[in-house]
């Protein structure tokens, strides 16, 4: 057995559920260690001894062998819990999915997101404001994260494709499938230049009980939620309050007083929301943590050293050192680097102090 057939074990074992594969994930390591060891569970009090004799009695095998074969047929990659590519803000939350599978770029997986979600039936307003806000967050070198559904979630993968953070689809189906069918055509752009991933298994289809599992994802890759459009007990205030419970940022958009669509962002707002009015707002409510990513032990601010500790923030320096101010695509093309890996440097150095970013996408050492 390898990890993906021991992940498959414990997701189809009856009684085992997502806080439990995190216990029992936290303890081996991994699934298969975890396997491994299953007649030791419930000595070692990770689960009851009705579910350690339930896996003992093989009741799962027929259903993952099957799920392993139409994963197979359809050659989905696969990212595993007990992995060090598997994305550290969603190992943190209580009850993170044992694997995700994908399609595209699992480099996305890592990058700092945020999540952007609302309304399917969205007003034009909301539409725009959530395009413009993706675009502006994805030129900053955030990754954009929704749901891919029609209205708000499909406005922000679009505005996030238009800049180098990219985005994630996070599904409520299996990966073969492409729901709603309208979406057809982003789903062809995001998988070419974002990422699509789902914790459901091929042929799996959209049950309503599906999405709020899917929004526990969406919150969890993200350090904080922008609502931008949403009805008071709409699936998007589901999302935010599990931000909250993630310890997760919230924003919310204000909108017209008379919509019910934008009753839900108001009343997020009462409830202590971080009003915002654009995407810059949200990286300047995100600064401390975003800093934090890029230097782990930095001090409490004060006075910045001129050259970085980071290998690659020095690289950037000394590019930037000769004082004319550069453009991102130089820097591209200087480093050799990805557009996105050179954004997300900037940004970090941008929220140091560092560099400035100036009018065009230039970029100079600040002073």
């Not at 309304?119 to 806000?133: F, H, K, Q, V, W």
Request: some cysteine; glycine content about 12%; hydrophobic content about 40%.
């Amino acid at each position: 057995m390898d990890e993906f057939g021991a992940s498959l074990a414990l997701r189809h074992t009856s009684g085992l559920g997502p806080r439990t594969w995190k216990r029992l994930l936290v303890h081996y390591g991994d699934a298969l260690a975890a396997v491994s060891d299953f007649s030791s569970w419930t000595a070692r009090g990770l689960v009851s001894a009705r579910v350690q004799a339930e896996f003992a009695r093989g009741s799962w095998r027929e259903k993952a062998e099957a799920e392993r074969r139409r994963v197979e047929s359809f050659g989905f990659s696969t990212v595993f819990l007990g992995h060090g590519a598997y994305p550290e803000l969603l190992r943190e939350i209580p009850d993170p999915p044992l694997f995700l599978y994908y399609l595209g770029d699992p480099t996305l997986l890592n990058r700092p997101c945020v999540a952007v979600v609302g309304s399917r039936a969205a007003s034009r307003y909301g539409l725009d404001m959530a395009e413009s806000i993706s675009a502006s967050l994805s030129a900053a070198g955030i990754c954009v994260v929704s749901g891919f559904a029609q209205g708000i979630d499909r406005a922000a993968h679009q505005g996030a494709l238009r800049g180098v953070g990219g985005t994630i689809a996070v599904l409520g189906t299996g990966l073969d499938l492409v729901y709603p069918a309208s979406n057809t055509d982003l789903w062809k752009q995001v998988s070419a230049h974002g990422l699509i991933v789902s914790e459901f298994a091929p042929g799996t289809r959209p049950e309503g009980m599906n999405f709020p599992h899917r929004n526990r994802i969406v919150s969890g890759l993200s350090l904080g939620v922008l609502v931008v459009e949403g009805a008071l007990g709409s699936g998007s205030l589901i999302t935010a309050e599990l931000a909250v419970a993630q310890n997760r940022d919230v924003f919310a958009l204000p909108g017209p007083a008379n919509l019910k669509t934008h009753q839900g962002c108001h009343q997020l707002i009462r409830q202590g929301a971080c009003l915002v009015q654009s995407g810059e707002d949200i990286l300047r409510e995100l600064q401390p943590r975003l800093g934090a990513l890029a230097v782990p032990d930095a001090p409490v601010p004060g006075p910045r050293p001129r050259v970085p500790e980071d290998p690659e923030q020095r690289v950037v320096h000394r590019l930037l050192e000769g004082g004319e101010p550069l453009h991102v695509d130089t820097l591209v093309r200087r480093t050799g680097w990805a557009a996105g890996k050179v954004s997300s440097t900037l940004l970090f150095m941008e929220l140091q102090g560092i560099v400035k970013q100036l009018p065009g996408m230039y970029y100079a050492l600040a002073t």
